[in-house]
């Protein structure tokens, strides 16, 4: 049993994206972090602001990394005869890599995440004071809210409406879930450019609701998470921009669509750590 100030002895591996292998460009954009001598599974974390790989690669599959990420924690999970790691470094994606193992003492693995994540990974403190807005913003409000509820990595990511509706639709949802007999579908929206998202989520709504009915033989509740009007100076001493922002509003609520503001994830967030039982 370690005392309370005795630190663990643990090793850390660097993951890094490489969108060209000739030209070794790469951002790190995570963490692998486990205890030697422990028979508790590696702690895995990847970064939550991407805007330094679409930098280097503007057309970087975000949600494709981000679902390694679950799956990596998920295989942890399940590595109970620590083979994992030697054979992880052969299967990660071409254009994701390893580094090889370090040695790092922390005081738990959860602060020594912290830490490593700060040093290698972490935009610095400049980039960090650029917040992320528009859907990029939303989007990494929800990770976060799901995240805290405990139900991130149960999630589908990035949904392809053409499954649901007809080949070629360029549509793919957030992020959904299928508690019992509905599917519970969340896409950000952002209004801040203006309403042209609303309308492509409105356009698509009806063709997506009844292809979820056709394949999966259940309703859908399709949400659009948005910025809160005031967030957007979208208030009465902004008539133009409040008129954009309810039109938005109005327009995806005419066609059954849920519409509700950052300042709901946690509530959403907690509906579903009840639903999926965590």
């Known amino acids: 049993m370690k005392s309370e100030n005795e630190r663990r002895t643990c090793e850390f591996q660097l993951l890094r994206y490489v969108p060209d292998a000739v030209r070794n460009e790469y951002v790190h954009i995570g963490v692998i972090l486990r205890e030697q001598g422990s028979s508790e599974p590696a702690e895995v974390r990847f970064t ?36 994992l790691m030697r054979l992880l470094d052969e299967s990660l994606s071409l254009n994701v890599q ?32 650029q917040r992320l807005s528009g859907r990029a913003g939303i989007q990494a409000k929800m990770r976060t809210e799901f995240e805290r509820a405990g139900v991130w990595d149960l999630l589908r990511k990035r949904i392809a409406a053409a499954d649901y509706t007809r080949p070629g639709d360029p549509l793919w949802i957030d992020v959904g879930y299928r508690p019992n007999g509905v599917i519970r579908m969340f896409h950000a929206v952002s209004l801040e450019p203006g309403v042209e998202m609303a309308k492509v989520l409105a356009f698509s709504a009806a063709s997506l609701r009844a292809g979820v009915e056709r394949v999966e033989k259940a309703s859908l509740e399709l949400t659009a998470i948005i910025e809160p009007a005031a967030k957007l100076g979208a208030t009465d001493a902004e008539p133009e921009r409040l008129a954009i922002y309810r039109f938005g509003v109005e327009t995806m609520e005419e066609h059954e669509i849920r519409v509700l ?18």
């Open 98 to 129: 390893m580094t090889a193992p370090k040695a790092y003492l922390a005081e738990s693995l959860p602060a020594g995440m912290e830490e490593l994540m700060r040093l290698y990974v972490d935009p610095p403190a400049r980039e960090r004071a």
């Open 48 to 83: 939550r602001d991407w805007r330094r790989v679409r930098c280097i690669d503007p057309e970087a599959d975000i949600a494709l990394l981000e679902g390694m990420e679950s799956e990596l924690r998920r295989r942890f999970l399940e590595d109970a005869d620590g083979k």
């Open 261 to 278: 503001t950052t300042s709901d994830l946690g509530r959403v967030a907690e509906t579903a750590r009840r639903e999926l039982r965590v």
